[in-house]
């Protein structure tokens, strides 16, 4: 694909010198002697490199990268300038210049610079519909399980959704900030971290999709007879070494006189390995104080067992409380979507079950499942 470059300099004999060497590097040439002319020519087709001088009569080159950027910020914008003018090359830089180069242009300056103008095009642009299409994806899949009568509740969140979506659509952009940097600065480092950055969004909004598909499959109850302590033990087992790698403390409170029960232990286990999760992520926040969650089993009463998970995190709001469980809430922030607490609740509600938060800011938090047995066996 042949790239359009405007060269925009006021002496005749520069323009048709570098007009040349820019068409011999293989680019279509336009060319324009003021900036007032450039800006018309600008407002007429799109022009993805512009060349301009800095020192011209009238609008200067500055005046002309100011308008530039504000009309048509993805052009990229390739300063010329004297060795004398170096602090204004620099302010040039602070106004969205890609890059500059200085007269008198030494062999094949012009040529490396409208090559990296055109990879950081390339990179943006395909960063650019990366992003668009990941978003586009998670908003179908979102609609299609907005049609799904399991999934109304999903209709009442579409604005938590949109907002996870921009989560990960800010952090792409913040890596292409970087990978563009790197690419003007050469700087190895810096592709690497804006690539890992890029990497890590595209594998968070592809989880967030999974995990849509995942809480709107059917879900299957199997009671079993079973220890109701059993989940609970297993959970504990599982989280305390990446508790003791948040500085938490993940303590089990067992009510041993507790009787089998006819329950599901793997639909319990999902329930509390969620909850469990959150309440670490939640003491992670708190910058004093004993960090510590409580993983808890009681007699529910009435052929019941009832579970709690008690953290000493920053608590929850009240206002927020009533809709937790039906929103993508999140105590994980931007690391989050919320999806767990929903997953939970529906899981809860499948076991004929009840699930209910206590907090208060600055007070932690209790999730309190109860779930009932169809008999108590001996």
Known sequence: ???????????????????????????????????AQALEMLGKREIPLIVTDIRMPGMDGL???????????????????????MDVAIESLRLGAGDFITKPLHE??????LKRAVEKISIRDQLREYTENLEHLVLEKSKELVEAERMAAVGQTVASMSHAIKNVAGG??????????????????YL????EMVRRDVERIKNLS????????????????????????????LMAKQAENCGVRLVLDLDESLPSMRIDPNAIHQCL???????????????????????????????????????????????????????????????????????????VKEMGGAIMANSGIGQGATFTITIPTAHVTT
């Open 1 to 35: 694909m042949q790239h359009t470059v405007l060269l925009v300099d006021d002496e005749e004999g520069i323009r048709t010198v570098l007009s040349l060497a820019i068409a011999d590097a293989g680019y279509e040439v336009l060319t324009a002697q003021t900036g």
């Open 63 to 85: 005046e002309l990268l100011k308008r530039i950027r504000k009309e048509w910020p993805d052009s990229e914008v390739i300063m010329i300038t004297g060795h004398g003018d």
């Open 108 to 113: 094949n300056a012009l040529e490396i610079s």
């Open 172 to 189: 792409l952009e913040g890596g292409m900030f970087v990978i563009e940097k790197g690419l003007e600065l050469e700087n190895r480092e």
């Open 192 to 195: 690497r971290q804006g690539w």
């Open 210 to 237: 999974m995990e849509l598909l995942d809480y709107a499959k059917p879900v299957t109850i199997t009671p079993v007879d079973a220890d109701p302590n059993g989940p609970a033990r297993q959970v504990h087992d």
């Open 273 to 347: 390995t969620n909850l469990v999760s959150n309440a670490i992520d939640a003491c992670q926040d708190r910058l004093e104080g004993e960090k510590k969650v409580v993983i808890r089993t009681l007699d529910g009463g009435g052929m019941a067992v009832r579970y709690e998970v008690a953290d000493t995190g920053h608590g929850i709001a009240p206002e927020i409380l009533t809709r937790i469980f039906n929103s993508f809430f999140t105590t994980k922030g931007s690391r989050g979507t919320g999806i767990g607490l929903m997953a939970t609740k529906k899981l």
